[in-house]
């Protein structure tokens, strides 16, 4: 069965503070997605990370995916207030050719002034 | 705004109740998902058309059914409904089948 493993699934962080969030899969896949949740809302594509070792970064945010360890990282760098959300990774489900996702169960980020 | 609207915005209904959800996709975009968020599931994928056709099925109930017009918009029917249906209920869209896809803002059940 795919799955799609995140951790930590809360963070509760100072404002200033660095942290990293991270995504394991089971399936092999060579696309895999970040999204943003703010409570009751969409989702918001962050990032697509269409090979191993692909790197992007915006603004605080950046991505990175490891396709043979299966592994995606979200970094957060000096967090502020505004960062506070529900990060999803998402791997498609037959390996990158379909926006069949799977997704991860979400991490809670709360950045705390 | 990514584009792709939904409605209604949100839905309350009684159980054994027939509701339909309705999604406009971008424009140019041929596919459309549905995906189903809920507290105890996360968010998991449902259905997939292109261009008009079924192109994949997910973890979507037999009570439920979907359907993508000429117009390329699509609905979600949801029947003999259930507690455990309340849930948000997004569309995405993407302009191929392999393209980045661009959600809604969702559409929220609550089933009473």
């Known amino acids: 069965e795919l799955k799609v493993e995140q951790n930590p699934l809360f963070l509760s962080m100072q404002e200033g503070k660095n942290y990293t969030i991270y995504c394991n899969y089971s399936t092999t896949s060579d696309r895999l997605y970040w999204y943003r949740q703010d409570p009751g809302k969409s989702l918001e594509s962050l990032f697509v990370l269409l090979s191993n070792g692909a790197v992007k970064q915006e603004g605080r945010l950046m991505a990175s995916l490891d396709t043979k360890a299966r592994l995606s990282t979200l970094h957060i760098t000096a967090a502020v207030h505004d960062l506070s959300a529900t990060y999803f990774c998402?791997?498609?489900?037959?390996?990158?050719?379909?926006?069949?996702?799977?997704f991860g169960t979400g991490t809670l980020l709360a950045v705390q002034p | 705004d990514s584009g792709v609207t939904q409605t209604p915005k949100h839905l309350i209904t009684a159980t054994g109740q027939r509701v339909t959800l309705r999604c406009s996709p971008r424009s140019g975009d041929l596919s459309v998902y549905w995906y189903q968020q809920s507290l105890d599931q996360g968010l998991q994928f449902l259905i997939h058309y292109y261009n008009g056709e079924e192109r994949a099925k997910g973890n979507i109930l037999e009570r439920f059914s979907a359907q993508q017009f000429p117009d390329l918009h699509s609905e979600l029917n949801l029947s003999s409904l259930e507690l455990g249906d309340s849930a948000l209920y997004f569309c995405?869209?993407?302009?191929?089948?392999?393209?980045?896809?661009?959600f809604g803002q969702g559409t929220r059940l609550t089933v009473v």
């Open positions: 995405a869209s993407s302009v191929g089948r392999a393209t980045e896809a661009f």
């Open positions: 998402a791997v498609d489900r037959e390996g990158g050719a379909t926006n069949k996702l799977i």
